[in-house]
Structure formats: C-alpha cells, structure tokens
C-alpha cells in the first residue's frame, strides 16, 4: 500500500512543490492542508484541503472528511502556524510527532524563555510585556535589560526584532513593534498570543543554525550553518547560510549539545526541528527551536548522504522520516553550501532587476531565483516578512560558497520606486 503523508503549509509556501517533487520520487501519496479558500473547488488545483490555522476545530473536522477512508501514515508542517494543526492532526490520527504543546511552546518566544529558564539552560534575562502596558511602564520595567532586543514573541524570520541600547531607543523600538502588531496583515492572521512582547538583554556573539530531526527523542542533525554576517542590530535581517559549519570542533559540539537540551526543555519528540543559537564569551545561548523544516527556499541548501554516497533532499529525507523509514543512514553533505536570502534594501515599489544573467554565470553558484513580484510593494524588516529572492552555490568549501553567492549578489542591480513622501 502507498504511504500517505500530510503536509501542512500556507498557500505562499516556497516549499510545497519541493515537497511534491520528492514525494513523486519516492512514491509516496502527498496531500496538502493548506488555508485555501474553501468556497471554491479546488482553487490551487492541488486537491488540498481547506483549513484555517486560526480554528483547530473546524479544521480537524475538514480533515476527518478528507481522510474518512485512510488515515495518513505522516505528517510534516512548513511554518510555524501548521506545525500547530500538524500536531493536533498528528495526536487525532494516532501518527508519531511532537506533541501539541510541545509544538505551541517552541513557536512562542515568552514561552521558550520560560522552558529554557526552568530547565536551567543559558537564556537572557527578559520581561514580558502585555497589550494593555503603557509604553513608560513598559519602558521602565525594561530599561535594566539595556543593550536589549525587542521581540514579537508570535512572528518569525526575525520580523518584529529591533535592538536599543538606550531608554529613547528602547520605547521606539516598543512603539514600532506594537504598530507592527496592530496592523491589518498581522491581525489577520487572528492569533491570539500576537499582542505580546518580549525585551530580552542583547547576547553577544555569532549565530549558528542547526536543521535537524528529533527521531523518537534522539537528534539527528542534518546540517549545521554558519551565519557569516554579524546580526546584532539595530534589526536582524538573515542574509547567508553557509555549511559545513567553519567552527571548531568543540563548538560545533559545544552547540549541538545546547541544542540537544533546548529540544528536551520544550517536549519535542518526534519531527523536524530548525535551532537558532549564539555562540559568545558566556559560551551557547539558544534562541529558538522551531518545530519545522528551515523556511522558504532555503531547504535547496541542505542536501544528505548515505553510507552508499546517494543523496537526498531536505524532503526527501523529512518524507522518509515522516512514513516511520530508518534514516539513521543519511548523514550531512559534507560538501560546501551556501545560501543568501536577498535583502530587501528599501521599502518601495518592485520593478525589476537587471543582472541574473551575470550572476549566474558566478562559478560555483547553481541557481538564481527571484521571488518578488513585478509592481509588489516592499517592506524591509523588521516590519517585513519577505526577501527578494533566493541565490545557492556549492562548492568543495563554505568558503567558496559564500564567496559566490556574495559576488553573485554584487552583479544585481534591483529596479524599487521609493514610495512619495507626504507633504
């Protein structure tokens, strides 16, 4: 019998048709929960089904009718919202995952401290602060934790991030952030813990990522990335992954330890994790650890090998996973990987851009995509969610790597209208 498998993504997912490519090669049945609209048949033509991340009742309900005949064998969720529904549908229909609170604490960063502190692990110092908290208590319960990071503790990517090192910094920081929270696209969404905010001391350092699997509470990690550019503010936007990492041995040790700790304080037992640390004078200071597979497009950055040197994809691999397979097998490509997510340098009007051709002659790089939209207006983070596009190399080294994707990058010339200034 063909394996069935679940995914749960929005419909922006970068990563659905990669999903649905590895499955074809495998030979396993995907079907795609997704928040498509759910008066017409079969928008997307991808024969999803329609939930909605904001209502686990109505969509638990919506997939009982879609699995009446067979319930799935797996379920894998790409974002931080379906990793929710995922663990709730994973609980309902008796599939091996994390758990549902596990998977609610790992996308809240308020309650990640809160695991984190409790479990005794490294984390900053913090103060939460409600809706309801005028922005001078907020600032005055706070201005101890300066230098500090202001932090929307439901949104992702970094969005919602600001750093202030003084009291004049720290309530402007506060004032966007709460603006952020307030708009429409973020209300929206109609999450329910988006109104909190968090300000945590800055922790100084370099950042790592970890992609990895918790296979029956054991870590099984897939690729351990560099973050080569310094992000400590004033906003954190992500630009270049690159593996394998270049750190020394004990750190690289020294971090997936950390992150190993970081996995048992939040529960998560079974499924995708996707860790943010910083690695400074005080040692490993985890950020995060999401219950998913890394976001966008990036997952074309993390490739597999087996003892026999065939390789796999990030999908593959999480497929596999996902169906009960033994993966002990599949190891890091040890071949060198980078990816830049290409910042947006300005808000304004998107109307093209010259270059991809030169950049992608760059030797060494394997792919050039731009993401954006003809006519689409830009945000650029914090208050942002998007990138321009996406640029992979690989190469016998990181080095390399990162080279190519820095020198393709310096090849592009973006066409964005400044929006007109108000009189």
């Known amino acids: ?59 638990l309900r919506a997939l009982d009718v879609a699995v009446l005949e067979r319930a799935p064998d797996g379920v894998i969720a790409v974002g931080d919202r379906p990793a929710v529904l995922a663990a709730h549908a994973a609980r309902r229909f008796g599939v091996r995952w994390h758990s549902p609170d596990a998977v609610e604490c790992s996308r809240h960063k308020l309650k990640t401290r809160l695991r984190f502190r409790d479990a005794g692990l490294a984390t900053p110092a913090f103060e939460a602060i409600d809706d309801g908290v005028s922005r ?158 890394i976001g966008g497009l990036c997952a074309k950055a993390v490739t597999v090998v087996d003892r026999h040197d065939q390789r796999a994809s990030l999908e593959e691999l999480l497929l596999r996973h996902a169906i009960g397979q033994d993966i002990s097998d599949w190891s890091p490509n040890k071949e060198g990987s980078a990816v830049m997510m290409v910042p947006i340098p300005a808000e304004g009007v998107y109307r093209g851009v010259e270059g991809v051709d030169s950049a992608q002659q760059v030797r060494y790089v394997t792919d050039v995509r731009i993401t954006a939209k003809a006519d689409q207006l830009l945000t650029p983070l914090p208050d942002g969610a998007t990138y321009l596009g996406f640029i992979f190399a690989r190469a016998a080294s990181a080095d390399d790597a990162e080279r190519a994707v820095r020198e393709a990058h310096a090849r592009l010339r973006f066409r964005i209208d400044r929006p007109v200034p108000l009189v």
């Open 1 to 59: 019998m063909v394996s069935r498998v679940i995914l749960f993504a929005t419909t922006t997912g970068y990563q659905i048709r990669a999903f649905d490519d590895a499955a074809t090669r495998l030979g396993i049945e995907l079907r795609i929960a997704s928040d498509s609209c759910d008066q017409l048949d079969d928008p997307w033509r991808d024969r999803a089904v329609a939930v909605r991340f904001h209502d686990l009742v109505s969509s």
């Open 136 to 293: 001078a208590t907020a600032v005055a319960r706070s201005e101890h934790l300066l230098p500090a990071v202001v932090k929307a503790v439901s949104l992702s990517g970094s969005r919602g991030v600001i750093r202030a090192d003084t009291r004049e910094e720290l309530a402007a920081a506060l004032t966007r952030v709460r603006r952020l929270l307030d708009s429409h696209e973020v209300r929206v969404l109609r999450d329910p813990e988006a109104s909190t905010i968090v300000v945590e001391q800055f922790i100084e350092g370099r950042e790592y990522a970890i992609e990895a699997v918790v296979d029956r509470g054991r870590l099984h990690v897939i690729a351990l990335f560099d973050k080569p550019d310094p992000l400590d503010g004033p906003f954190f936007e992500e630009t270049i992954y690159a593996s394998p990492s270049r750190a020394s041995g004990p750190d690289q040790a020294a971090i997936v330890t950390a992150i190993e700790r970081a996995v048992r304080a939040l529960g998560l037992t079974h499924g995708p994790v996707h860790g943010e640390c910083r690695l400074g004078p005080s040692g490993v200071t985890v950020l995060e650890v999401a219950a998913r597979p």
